[in-house]
């Protein structure tokens, strides 16, 4: 009896025909998006051991995000680049919280926070890019990359007074009178407050 020898394809160099190997999976989760990101990458199936494969580079949103890369646990990623393990591979999305939508991780800028208290509110039009105003309008948030210098101030135009016969004085940080002169160095966070004087004519001056 003569037996003769039958050939499979083999992709991935291992000696064995790749139509007797078991194949695995690279999936891509959204991570603490929960379903809510777009713009996901396919998953790709039935993938050899072995062989060498590219982490995606689609860039997946979320809103009030913004997409820092991809994680996994399940197998080593030199570059963009790694050989595909003996089972299947989940890749995380990472997350930095962008309140402002400006692209850029609210951790990564210095937040400068404009606090009306309880004697004003910011009116309907108050509405600067990237500002974040908070429910009740008393508060605006501006977000600052380093070496930008700090915005104008909101002003007389920009409120509605809720008390009688007062008006806008200035923006205190403690004993800190606000100064536009000053350039963001570091991320970080400051608040100012407004004051308040009296107005008798009601001109809107102190």
Do not use: C
């Amino acid at each position: 009896a003569t037996y003769t020898a039958t050939y499979g394809e083999d992709q991935n160099g291992n000696g064995e025909p790749d139509g007797k190997e078991e194949k695995y999976d690279i999936t891509y989760s959204d991570g603490d998006a929960k379903g809510a990101a777009t713009g996901m990458p396919k998953e790709e199936k039935d993938i050899l051991s072995g062989t060498e494969k590219t982490v995606s580079t689609k860039e997946p949103s979320w809103t009030g995000h913004v997409f820092k890369g991809w994680k996994t646990d399940d197998v080593e990623v030199s570059g963009d680049k790694f050989e595909m393990p003996e089972k299947d591979v989940e890749f995380v999305a990472q997350w930095k919280v962008d309140a402002n939508g400006d692209g850029v991780a609210d951790e990564e800028q210095f937040r400068l926070t404009f606090n009306l208290g309880t004697g004003a509110t910011f009116k309907e039009d108050f509405a600067p890019e990237h500002v974040v105003i908070n429910e009740g309008r008393t508060t605006a948030t501006y977000y600052l990359n380093i070496g930008e210098s700090y915005p104008e101030a909101p002003d007389k135009d920009d409120i509605t007074v809720t008390s009688a016969n007062t008006a806008l004085d200035e923006w205190k940080s403690g004993d800190t009178v606000y100064s536009e002169d000053t350039t963001v160095d570091a991320a970080g966070e400051a608040t100012y407050t407004a004051t308040y004087g009296e107005d008798q004519n009601g001109n809107g001056e102190p």
